[in-house]
């Protein structure tokens, strides 16, 4: 595939309700990295992946925010009992190595919570 | 205080000019400086690439690190109607591997 692909696009779920959003990384790429984007503000970090380890957890807010990765592939983001405070573009981005490389974004998945 | 500050703008030139857009940090750790555009309801896509201090260009694009001021600049020469968007700093550490992103600097250029 060409770049990064999120999905679904748009998401919009009541509150209290459980959703997954989606990551498929440039292939071959190794390092994997969830951000949100609240309306008006720049990106806030919430996990790194290096293949399906994650040695960097220290942006996710809460424990209802958690990720898994298979392999050097697909990553899922869920969050559990959806607050409206959640609502935000969940921004994922792939680099070939880790270490000050160059992050690729996807398009993101829009996430209303009502 | 925010460890990258940008200044939000909306910033509005019209179409030629020269846009200069900043931002400032506090971590003197931070080696590897980016620049992001990001369009409307898409994904950010790297412009420039910058690491530690000096100057890059690209085109009608040029980067600026200054380590010793924690300052860097983005220059637009002859602006575009299309390079209307928001335009993100980001860094990090060689050490680290999350981005520290500024808010972002909204930025039209009308006809």
């Known amino acids: 595939g060409a770049g990064v692909s999120q999905s679904p696009s748009n998401k919009v779920t009541e509150k209290g309700k459980d959703v997954e959003l989606r990551c498929d990384p440039i292939?071959?790429?190794?390092?994997l990295y969830w951000y949100r984007q609240r309306l008006g503000q720049g990106l806030e970090f919430l996990i790194y992946?290096?293949?399906?380890?994650?040695?960097?957890k220290s942006g996710l807010p809460s424990d209802r925010f958690s990720a898994e990765r298979t392999g050097e592939s697909v990553s899922t983001l869920t969050i559990q009992r959806t607050q409206q405070e959640d609502s935000a573009v969940y921004l994922c981005?792939?680099?070939?190595?880790?270490?000050?490389?160059?992050?690729?974004f996807g398009a993101g998945t829009r996430l209303s919570v009502l | 205080q925010k460890e990258v500050e940008q200044d939000p703008g909306p910033l509005s030139v019209p179409e030629g000019a020269i846009v200069s857009l900043n931002c400032t940090y506090s971590?003197?750790?931070?080696?590897?400086f980016m620049w992001y555009r990001q369009y409307s309801r898409k994904g950010p896509e790297l412009l420039m690439y910058?690491?530690?201090?000096g100057n890059k260009e690209d085109g009608r694009f040029t980067a600026q690190v200054d380590k010793s001021s924690k300052y860097i600049s983005l220059f637009i020469r002859d602006s575009q109607p299309s390079d209307s968007a928001t335009y993100l700093c980001?860094?990090?550490?060689?050490?680290?591997?999350?981005?520290?992103f500024g808010t972002g600097t909204r930025l039209q250029v009308f006809p």
């Open positions: 980001a860094m990090t550490t060689y050490n680290t591997d999350k981005l520290i």
């Open positions: 981005a792939s680099s070939p190595t880790r270490g000050g490389n160059i992050q690729y």
């Open positions: 910058t690491y530690s201090s």
């Open positions: 971590n003197s750790a931070f080696q590897y």
């Open positions: 992946f290096q293949g399906n380890s994650a040695p960097d």
């Open positions: 292939s071959g790429h190794t390092a």
